[in-house]
């Protein structure tokens, strides 16, 4: 055990902080916890995806639902559902099918992940060799962070399902990093955690795996170094391969569609990477998008520039933690550093080669959090004021951040429609919701009624009949074109928002149905939204 750590586990007020931090962290995700039981969350259209294909499973096998046929809507075609990782649809479907409804099973879900998950970046931090009031204070920092506490008001299904096993599975490779050979069969099944939390998990486990193999104090050249390349390619082989024929290769995901490289966004989205490393474990990325790429608000047309700005920022960090960590953590340092740049690598890699893949700081938050906890015991060790300070400043801006935005989403979700499942709706209006129970009728013929959303979330109010869902607010008027929709059905609903009436996407959903001429629809006023019916 380093020197310094021995010391700091006998000081007696380092059972003081953990004591202080984790009541502050408990009293935190309970208050979460009770608000958002109490309002009701909304969610992400991603997980309104999965729960979607959730609810058309019946008969089917796992991961396989069902849905209208494009060349006959009168009829459903099955398919695997490759776009979204499990877990963030089957833990929430099992706890509405045990009785709760969904939109508590989700701030429980929530709730579970964000224990599990602090409890595991404390367990990590410890491992990593981090003092006890160190670890402690990171996790209460990243408590009161806005990504923690958002998944609680909007279910974002993957992220905080990640967040709350990645730091376990990052244990269990920092426990076996020695990389002998009965490490392989454990570091084959622990990314099956991961890839059911989110399915970039298979990312970060490859990344996390390869970055364990060099081992400075075990020396640089040698034969345990051959064997631990061995044992980590063999492992990372045989989970890329089982990967892919068991799931890529099935259907599509965000990094199927890719075209030719374009090199430009290697340097940009490589300055972003750098910088979101830095920022993405206190949401600072996030908080610069709120004030200033606000779509009521805009002052800059993009957040990349802001990555630009914390570049210097998150160099001159990275220089300081070695610097001041490399006699008693260079493991950890080493390991924190390969594991960064191999997940960034393959990040930037996919961007420049047009993956659908948003360019987001929270695909970075795994990463970030590792050295979170590395950042924080550096700041805490510094002898010099002035820059402690502005590691507190920082810290209690991000915290501020996050209490503010946690209260401003219960207000609003306060404001949202309530579903009859118990989730707040973001998109649709209480009139659109209370017209969908009008034509969704019980004990009628499932098969006879269609309704098509826009927004899957919508879709999880129909429970009598069948959906369909597009995203006709994020696709282009020239997408929108391409679809056809062969077929009738005797009774057909689209609802959509009056606006895309008005900038003409709800003209092109309706010419989709080809073998609906444009006398066969009634127009239905529904506030903000207008449904338009085809009965036969």
């Known amino acids: 055990m380093p020197l310094n750590v021995a010391l700091w586990k006998n000081l007696p007020w380092s059972r003081s902080a953990f004591v202080v931090c984790w009541s502050l962290?408990?009293?935190?995700?309970?208050?979460?916890?009770?608000?958002?039981?109490?309002?009701r969350p909304t969610m992400f259209s991603d997980s309104g995806w999965g729960l979607l294909g959730w609810d058309n499973r019946a008969g089917l096998p796992f991961n396989m639902s069902s849905g209208p046929d494009p060349g006959d809507i009168s009829r459903d075609v099955s398919g695997f559902m490759t776009a979204w990782s499990p877990g963030q649809h089957l833990l929430p479907g099992w706890l509405e099918e045990a009785g709760l409804d969904l939109g508590w099973a989700m701030v429980l879900v929530a709730a579970a992940a964000t224990i599990a998950g602090l409890l595991g970046w404390y367990v990590l931090?410890?491992?990593f060799g981090f003092p006890v009031r160190s670890s402690a204070i990171a996790v209460l920092i990243v408590a009161c962070t806005r990504h923690v506490g958002l998944a609680f008001g909007i279910y974002n299904g993957g992220e905080v399902l990640l967040f709350g096993t990645a730091p376990w599975f990052l244990l269990v490779v920092w426990r076996l990093r020695d990389l002998r050979w009965s490490a392989v069969v454990p570091l084959l099944a622990a990314p099956l955690v991961l890839f059911l939390a989110k399915l970039s998990g298979i990312v970060l486990a490859a990344a996390a795996i390869g970055a364990v193999v060099p081992r400075p104090e075990r020396g640089w050249l040698g034969v345990a170094l051959a064997r631990r390349a061995v044992v980590a390619g063999v492992t990372i082989t045989a989970m890329g391969l089982v990967f892919y024929f068991a799931w890529f290769s099935r259907g599509w995901t965000a990094v199927s569609e890719q075209t030719t490289l374009q090199w430009p966004l290697l340097v940009s989205h490589g300055a972003l990477a750098v910088g979101a490393v830095w920022s993405s474990s206190l949401s600072l990325g996030e908080l610069a998008a709120y004030l200033l790429v606000h779509p009521s608000r805009p002052v800059l047309g993009s957040v990349l520039p802001v990555y630009y700005l914390f570049l210097p920022?998150?160099?001159?960090?990275?220089?300081?933690?070695?610097?001041?960590?490399?006699?008693?953590?260079?493991?950890?340092?080493?390991?924190?550093?390969?594991?960064?740049?191999?997940v960034s690598a393959v990040l930037v890699w996919t961007w420049a080669r047009g993956s659908v893949v948003s360019s987001d700081e929270r695909h970075f938050r795994i990463v970030s959090l590792v050295l979170f906890g590395g950042m924080v015991?550096?700041?805490?060790?510094?002898?010099?004021?002035?820059?402690?300070?502005?590691?507190?400043?920082?810290?209690?801006?991000a915290c501020a951040y996050g209490a503010a935005a946690q209260a401003s989403r219960l207000a609003d979700n306060a404001r949202r429609p309530l579903g009859d499942r118990g989730f707040r709706h973001w998109i649709a209006s209480a009139e659109a919701l209370d017209f969908i129970r009008s034509v969704d009728r019980r004990g009628a013929d499932r098969r006879a009624t269609l309704i098509h959303v826009t927004s899957p979330e919508i879709g999880l109010e129909v429970r009598?009949?069948?959906?369909?869902?597009?995203?006709?607010?994020?696709?282009?008027?020239?997408?929108l074109r391409t679809v056809k929709l062969h077929g009738r059905v005797p009774r057909l609903y689209v609802i959509v928002q009056k606006r895309l009436v008005d900038n003409g996407k709800a003209d092109l959903m309706l010419r989709s149905?080809?073998?609906?001429?444009?006398?066969?629809?009634?127009?239905?006023p529904l506030g903000d939204f207008v449904a338009f019916a085809a009965e036969d």
Request: proline share 3%; aromatic share 18%.
């Open 513 to 524: 149905f080809v073998d609906y001429g444009a006398q066969s629809w009634r127009k239905i």
């Open 25 to 39: 962290v408990a009293v935190l995700v309970a208050a979460y916890t009770i608000a958002n039981g109490v309002v």
């Open 464 to 479: 009598h009949s069948r959906v369909m869902a597009n995203h006709a607010d994020f696709q282009s008027p020239d997408f």
């Open 125 to 127: 931090y410890r491992a």
């Open 377 to 397: 015991h550096c700041f805490l060790e510094l002898p010099w004021r002035l820059p402690r300070l502005a590691f507190a400043a920082i810290a209690i801006l």
């Open 313 to 342: 920022l998150a160099l001159a960090t990275f220089v300081l933690m070695w610097w001041r960590l490399r006699r008693d953590f260079a493991d950890y340092l080493l390991f924190a550093a390969l594991f960064a740049a191999a």
